[in-house]
C-alpha cells in the first residue's frame, strides 16, 4: 500500500474569461498554499490570449498554456492532461479556491491501490444572502455539493468537476474527456465529468471512485448564478447533456444515479418546503416548486435531445394501408369483406373487426387481407380459432318506469359538422328516458348554437348552453347544472354513440346502487391514417371485453398503483355517473380539461374522486362508443404531449389536495419508472415498431410539464371564480 509521499499531484486550472481573473488569481495561491505541495500547477486558458498572457506574467513558476484542442472545458482540460506531471491529475475551477489539507486529504485515500479517483466537498460562496427560492437540492446547477450527496466518505459513480482527482493511468486509458460534452464560454452545458468517470468504471471495474466530504473547495457564485434564468438554463443543459451522453455509456449508466435522486431526493425536497411553509417560511413553497420546475425542465431537455437524436436515425417506415373497420353480428351471419375501398378504390392492409354475438362484444381482433377477399367462412374460421375467453353475460338492460332518466352531456368547441354526426347517433339511442345537453365551450363563432336552433332545438331533446370560460372540466360543471337526469352521461363531440349505448350504461346503475361511475368501450370509427392506426394500437381507449368492477375497499389485484392508475378505468369520452356521487365529490376540477393549462386530467381525477368518495366504478364493454381518432401525425403529436400534461396535472392535483399521497407516488416511483421507460413493459410493449419515439418522449415531457401546468391553472382558476351558464335556444325554436 502506498503512502501520501508517494503520491504526486498535477493540478489543472481551466480558464476562459478575462472578467474572473480575480477569482483565478486566488484559486492559483490557494493550490500554491497546500500543505501537501502540488508537483506542478498548469492553468490552460480556453482561446483568450489576453488572459494568458496575464496569468503567465504573474505567476511565472505556473506552467500557463492556450488551449490546443477543441474549444470548451473538455478540449482545455485534456490539453493540460497531455502536459502536466504527477501520477494522480486534479482539477479545481478558476473561480474556486482550495483549504490548505485539500491535496494532504485527497493523497491519504490514494493510499489504496484500488482507488482510481477522488473528490471532495464544494461548499458555496453566495454574494450576499443565499436566495430564498434556491433548493439545496439543486446547488449542482451552481456547481456545489448538494443535499443528497454523502455526508461521509463514501464509493459514488462520479464527481463533481470542480474538485476531482484522477489516477493519471487511469484517465490516460479511456482517453480523456469527451469533446461533444462539456461547457463552451458560458452556455452553461457539463456531463463530461460524469461521462468519464463512467467510462473509467467500466474500463476499470475492479477499482472505485471515493467521495471525501473532508476535501473542500469554495466556489464563488456570480450574481447572475443567482437568477431563475440561469437556474432554467442550467436544467435546460444539463438534461440536453445527460441525453448526449447516453449514445456512449448507455441509457442506464447515464441515469443510474439520478433515479435514486429523483425517487428519494428531490421528493423529500419538496415535503420539507411544504412543512417549512407550514411553520411561517412561505419561501418553502417557492424551495418546492423550484424542486418541481427543476426537474421537469432537465427531463424535457433530455426527452427532447433524445428525441431529436432518434429522428436522425430512425429508418423510414413502410408505406401504411388502411383498416376496414368491421362490426359484426354471429347472429346475423358473418360478411365477406373485399379488400378494395368501392368508394375510394384504395386496398385495405387488414380487417379491424368487432365481433358481437347478438349485440354483445365478445372478439376483437385484426384480420390481415392474404386475398382480395375474406370470405364470411374465412372470418368465421377465425372466430372459432380465437382462444380469448369469451366475456360473461350481459347485464340485463331495464326498460319501462324503471328506467332512470338520464342526460347526455356533450361538451364543443367550434366543431359543428363532427358535432352533428354525434348528435344523430344520440338521439338515435334505443333508451327511453333520455335528454341531451350541448354545452358550447368558449366559442369563436355561432356556428354550434345556430346548429342546435336550426336543426336539434325543435326535437325538444337536445338543449344548448353557453360556458365563455374555456376549460373542459368548467362545461361539464356546466352540463351538470342543467341536466336533468338523476344519471349524466359525458361523451365527445367526435364520437358516434352505438344505439344501445345508454341503455348499456343505465343497467350498471340499476344492477348496483354501490356503482357511480360507468365507463364504456371506446372503439375506432374509422383507420385511415397511420397516426390513426398508432394511436389504436399503442392501447386505444378501450379497456377490452370484459366488464370490470373497481371497489375503493377492496382495491384492485392487476394495479399496484390504484387507484391512480392513469386509463384504468376508462375514459372521459365514454363515461357517466350519477349526480349524487357527482355532487359528494364536488363535480369536476375546473382547473382541470383541454381548455385549460392543465390540457387533460379532468377524466382521470373524476375517477378517483368517485372511488375516494366510497362508490364503485364500473367498466361496460356493451356501452360503446366509435371514436375518431386524429388523422394527422402532428396531431397525434400534440395529443401525447396534451395527455402526458394532463396525467402531470392530475397525478399533481393528489399531491397538493393531501400532500401525504407524494409518499405513495414516491413508494411506487420505481414501478412508475418501469412503466414508463422500460422497453418491456406492458406500455412499451404495445407499440407498433414504426412508432415514433418522439411521441413516446413527447408524452414523458408531457407528464412533467403537467405539475407547474396545474398549479398555474389553478391558479388561474381562482382568479376567474365560478359563475351561473348561459343558456340559449334551450325551448323549441
Given at each position: 500500500?502506498s503512502?501520501?509521499?508517494?503520491?504526486?499531484?498535477?493540478?489543472?486550472?481551466?480558464?476562459?474569461?478575462?472578467?474572473?481573473?480575480?477569482?483565478?488569481?486566488?484559486?492559483?495561491?490557494?493550490?500554491?498554499?497546500?500543505?501537501?505541495?502540488?508537483?506542478?500547477?498548469?492553468?490552460?486558458c480556453?482561446?483568450?490570449?489576453?488572459?494568458?498572457?496575464?496569468?503567465?506574467?504573474?505567476?511565472?513558476?505556473?506552467?500557463?498554456?492556450?488551449?490546443?484542442?477543441?474549444?470548451?472545458?473538455?478540449?482545455?482540460?485534456?490539453?493540460?492532461?497531455?502536459?502536466?506531471?504527477?501520477?494522480?491529475?486534479?482539477?479545481?475551477?478558476d473561480?474556486?479556491?482550495?483549504?490548505?489539507?485539500?491535496?494532504?486529504?485527497?493523497?491519504?485515500?490514494?493510499?489504496?491501490?484500488?482507488?482510481?479517483?477522488?473528490?471532495?466537498?464544494?461548499?458555496?460562496?453566495?454574494?450576499?444572502?443565499?436566495?430564498?427560492?434556491?433548493?439545496?437540492?439543486?446547488?449542482?446547477?451552481?456547481?456545489?455539493?448538494?443535499?443528497?450527496?454523502?455526508?461521509?466518505?463514501?464509493?459514488?459513480?462520479?464527481?463533481?468537476?470542480?474538485?476531482?482527482?484522477?489516477?493519471?493511468t487511469?484517465?490516460?486509458?479511456?482517453?480523456?474527456?469527451?469533446?461533444?460534452?462539456?461547457?463552451?464560454?458560458?452556455?452553461?452545458?457539463?456531463?463530461?465529468?460524469?461521462?468519464?468517470?463512467?467510462?473509467?468504471?467500466?474500463?476499470?471495474?475492479?477499482?472505485?471512485?471515493l467521495?471525501?466530504p473532508?476535501?473542500?473547495?469554495?466556489?464563488?457564485i456570480?450574481?447572475?448564478?443567482?437568477?431563475w434564468?440561469?437556474?432554467?438554463?442550467?436544467?435546460?443543459?444539463?438534461?440536453?447533456?445527460?441525453?448526449?451522453?447516453?449514445?456512449?455509456?448507455?441509457?442506464?449508466?447515464?441515469?443510474?444515479?439520478?433515479?435514486?435522486?429523483?425517487?428519494?431526493?428531490?421528493?423529500?425536497?419538496?415535503?420539507?418546503?411544504?412543512?417549512?411553509?407550514?411553520?411561517?417560511?412561505?419561501?418553502?413553497?417557492?424551495?418546492?416548486?423550484?424542486?418541481?420546475?427543476?426537474?421537469?425542465?432537465?427531463?424535457?431537455?433530455?426527452?427532447?435531445?433524445?428525441?431529436?437524436?432518434?429522428?436522425?436515425?430512425?429508418?423510414?417506415p413502410?408505406?401504411?394501408k388502411?383498416?376496414?373497420?368491421?362490426?359484426?353480428?354471429?347472429?346475423?351471419?358473418?360478411?365477406?369483406?373485399s379488400?378494395?375501398?368501392?368508394?375510394?378504390?384504395?386496398?385495405?392492409?387488414?380487417?379491424?373487426?368487432?365481433?358481437?354475438?347478438?349485440?354483445?362484444?365478445?372478439?376483437?381482433?385484426?384480420?390481415p387481407?392474404?386475398?382480395?377477399?375474406?370470405?364470411?367462412?374465412d372470418?368465421?374460421?377465425?372466430?372459432?380459432?380465437?382462444?380469448?375467453?369469451?366475456?360473461?353475460?350481459?347485464?340485463?338492460?331495464?326498460?319501462?318506469?324503471?328506467?332512470?332518466?338520464?342526460t347526455?352531456?356533450?361538451?364543443?368547441?367550434?366543431?359543428?359538422?363532427?358535432?352533428?354526426?354525434?348528435?344523430?347517433s344520440?338521439?338515435?339511442?334505443?333508451?327511453?328516458?333520455?335528454?341531451?345537453?350541448?354545452?358550447?365551450n368558449?366559442?369563436?363563432?355561432?356556428e354550434?348554437?345556430?346548429?342546435?336552433?336550426?336543426?336539434y332545438?325543435?326535437?325538444?331533446?337536445v338543449?344548448?348552453?353557453?360556458e365563455?370560460?374555456?376549460?373542459?372540466g368548467?362545461?361539464?360543471?356546466?352540463?351538470?347544472?342543467?341536466?336533468?337526469?338523476?344519471?349524466?352521461?359525458?361523451?365527445?363531440?367526435?364520437?358516434?354513440?352505438?344505439?344501445?349505448?345508454?341503455?348499456?350504461?343505465?343497467?350498471?346503475?340499476?344492477?348496483?346502487?354501490?356503482?357511480?361511475?360507468?365507463?364504456?368501450?371506446?372503439?375506432?370509427?374509422?383507420?385511415?391514417?397511420?397516426?390513426?392506426?398508432?394511436?389504436?394500437?399503442?392501447?386505444?381507449?378501450?379497456?377490452?371485453?370484459?366488464?370490470?368492477?373497481?371497489?375503493?375497499?377492496?382495491?384492485?389485484?392487476?394495479?399496484?398503483?390504484?387507484?391512480?392508475?392513469?386509463?384504468?378505468?376508462?375514459?372521459?369520452?365514454?363515461?357517466?355517473?350519477?349526480?349524487?356521487?357527482?355532487?359528494?365529490?364536488g363535480?369536476?376540477?375546473?382547473?382541470?380539461?383541454?381548455?385549460?393549462?392543465?390540457?387533460?386530467?379532468?377524466?382521470?381525477?373524476?375517477?378517483?374522486?368517485?372511488?375516494?368518495?366510497?362508490?364503485?366504478?364500473?367498466?361496460?364493454?356493451?356501452?360503446?362508443?366509435?371514436?375518431?381518432?386524429r388523422?394527422?401525425?402532428?396531431?397525434?403529436?400534440?395529443?401525447?404531449?396534451?395527455?402526458?400534461?394532463?396525467?402531470?396535472?392530475?397525478?399533481?392535483?393528489?399531491?397538493?389536495?393531501?400532500?401525504?399521497?407524494?409518499?405513495?407516488?414516491?413508494?411506487?416511483?420505481?414501478?412508475?419508472?418501469?412503466?414508463?421507460?422500460?422497453?418491456?413493459?406492458?406500455?412499451?410493449?404495445?407499440?407498433?415498431?414504426?412508432?415514433?419515439?418522439?411521441?413516446v418522449?413527447?408524452?414523458?415531457?408531457?407528464?412533467?410539464?403537467?405539475?407547474?401546468?396545474?398549479?398555474?391553472?389553478?391558479?388561474?382558476?381562482r382568479?376567474?371564480?365560478?359563475?351561473?351558464?348561459?343558456?340559449?335556444?334551450?325551448?323549441?325554436?
Open positions: 500500500m503512502t501520501t509521499q508517494d503520491i504526486s499531484f498535477g493540478v489543472i486550472i481551466c480558464a476562459h474569461d478575462m472578467n474572473r481573473v480575480d477569482l483565478l488569481r486566488a484559486s492559483i495561491r490557494s493550490v500554491q498554499a497546500q500543505n501537501l505541495p502540488a508537483r506542478d500547477i498548469v492553468v490552460v480556453d482561446h483568450n490570449p489576453a488572459l494568458l498572457a496575464v496569468v503567465g506574467t504573474e505567476f511565472p513558476d505556473v506552467t500557463v498554456i492556450a488551449n490546443q484542442q477543441a474549444q470548451g472545458l473538455s478540449g482545455a482540460r485534456n490539453t493540460g492532461i497531455s502536459i502536466v506531471k504527477g501520477g494522480v491529475v486534479a482539477f479545481i475551477d473561480d474556486a479556491t482550495a483549504d490548505a489539507d485539500w491535496l494532504g486529504i485527497l493523497a491519504k485515500a490514494y493510499a489504496d491501490p484500488a482507488i482510481m479517483a477522488v473528490g471532495g466537498g464544494i461548499l458555496p460562496l453566495w454574494p450576499g444572502n443565499r436566495p430564498r427560492w434556491m433548493p439545496p437540492e439543486f446547488d449542482w446547477t451552481v456547481g456545489c455539493s448538494y443535499v443528497g450527496l454523502p455526508t461521509q466518505n463514501t464509493y459514488v459513480r462520479n464527481l463533481i468537476g470542480c474538485n476531482m482527482s484522477m489516477r493519471r487511469c484517465l490516460e486509458a479511456v482517453g480523456g474527456f469527451a469533446s461533444a460534452l462539456g461547457r463552451v464560454g458560458d452556455n452553461a452545458s457539463g456531463c463530461e465529468e460524469t461521462e468519464v468517470f463512467i467510462r473509467m468504471q467500466t474500463r476499470f471495474p475492479d477499482r472505485s471512485i467521495f471525501v473532508a476535501a473542500r473547495v469554495h466556489h464563488s456570480s450574481a447572475n448564478r443567482m437568477r434564468r440561469y437556474f432554467a438554463n442550467r436544467c435546460r443543459a444539463e438534461g440536453r447533456a445527460k441525453a448526449v451522453m447516453t449514445q456512449t455509456v448507455g441509457l442506464q449508466n447515464s441515469l443510474s444515479t439520478e433515479a435514486s435522486y429523483v425517487r428519494k431526493v428531490l421528493p423529500a425536497g419538496v415535503l420539507r418546503g411544504i412543512t417549512d411553509a407550514t411553520k411561517g417560511d412561505m419561501a418553502g413553497l417557492a424551495r418546492s416548486s423550484a424542486i418541481v420546475a427543476g426537474l421537469a425542465m432537465t427531463t424535457a431537455a433530455f426527452a427532447l435531445q433524445r428525441a431529436k437524436m432518434a429522428l436522425n436515425t430512425r429508418p423510414l413502410e408505406p401504411f388502411p383498416r376496414l373497420i368491421v362490426d359484426a353480428d354471429l347472429s346475423k351471419g358473418l360478411p365477406d369483406l379488400q378494395v375501398n368501392a368508394d375510394t378504390a384504395e386496398s385495405y392492409g387488414a380487417a379491424w373487426c368487432l365481433i358481437r354475438d347478438k349485440g354483445k362484444p365478445v372478439k376483437l381482433f385484426e384480420l387481407f392474404d386475398a382480395p377477399t375474406i370470405t364470411a367462412r372470418l368465421e374460421a377465425r372466430v372459432q380459432s380465437d382462444t380469448t375467453p369469451l366475456p360473461d353475460a350481459a347485464i340485463p338492460q331495464v326498460t319501462g318506469a324503471g328506467a332512470p332518466h338520464v347526455v352531456v356533450v361538451a364543443t368547441r367550434n366543431r359543428a359538422t363532427s358535432l352533428a354526426r354525434c348528435l344523430d344520440l338521439i338515435a339511442q334505443t333508451y327511453p328516458s333520455m335528454d341531451i345537453v350541448v354545452v358550447d368558449a366559442p369563436s363563432s355561432s354550434t348554437r345556430d346548429l342546435i336552433a336550426s336543426t332545438a325543435r326535437s325538444g331533446q338543449r344548448y348552453v353557453l365563455q370560460t374555456p376549460g373542459l368548467r362545461a361539464h360543471n356546466t352540463g351538470v347544472t342543467t341536466a336533468r337526469g338523476s344519471i349524466i352521461a359525458f361523451t365527445d363531440d367526435d364520437v358516434i354513440a352505438d344505439p344501445a349505448w345508454v341503455a348499456a350504461i343505465a343497467a350498471n346503475f340499476t344492477y348496483d346502487d354501490q356503482i357511480g361511475c360507468v365507463t364504456g368501450l371506446i372503439l375506432p370509427a374509422e383507420l385511415e391514417t397511420r397516426a390513426q392506426y398508432w394511436t389504436e394500437r399503442q392501447g386505444g381507449f378501450g379497456k377490452g371485453l370484459s366488464r370490470k368492477v373497481f371497489d375503493p375497499k377492496t382495491g384492485h389485484r392487476d394495479s399496484p398503483l390504484f387507484p391512480y392508475a392513469a386509463g384504468a378505468f376508462g375514459s372521459g369520452a365514454n363515461m357517466a355517473f350519477r349526480r349524487e356521487t357527482l355532487e359528494r365529490m363535480g369536476f376540477d375546473p382547473a382541470l380539461g383541454a381548455g385549460t393549462l392543465a390540457r387533460g386530467g379532468d377524466d382521470l381525477a373524476s375517477f378517483v374522486s368517485a372511488l375516494q368518495s366510497g362508490y364503485r366504478i364500473a367498466y361496460e364493454p356493451g356501452a360503446i362508443v366509435w371514436h375518431h381518432h388523422r394527422s401525425q402532428d396531431g397525434m403529436r400534440r395529443q401525447a404531449y396534451n395527455y402526458g400534461v394532463g396525467l402531470g396535472a392530475y397525478l399533481t392535483k393528489q399531491v397538493v389536495e393531501d400532500p401525504r399521497r407524494l409518499a405513495f407516488f414516491a413508494r411506487k416511483s420505481v414501478a412508475a419508472f418501469r412503466h414508463l421507460f422500460s422497453p418491456n413493459s406492458s406500455k412499451m410493449d404495445k407499440l407498433p415498431n414504426d412508432y415514433p419515439r418522439q411521441y418522449w413527447s408524452e414523458r415531457l408531457g407528464i412533467l410539464m403537467g405539475v407547474p401546468g396545474y398549479l398555474r391553472s389553478r391558479r388561474h382558476t382568479r376567474v371564480g365560478t359563475h351561473l351558464p348561459m343558456t340559449e335556444a334551450t325551448d323549441p325554436i
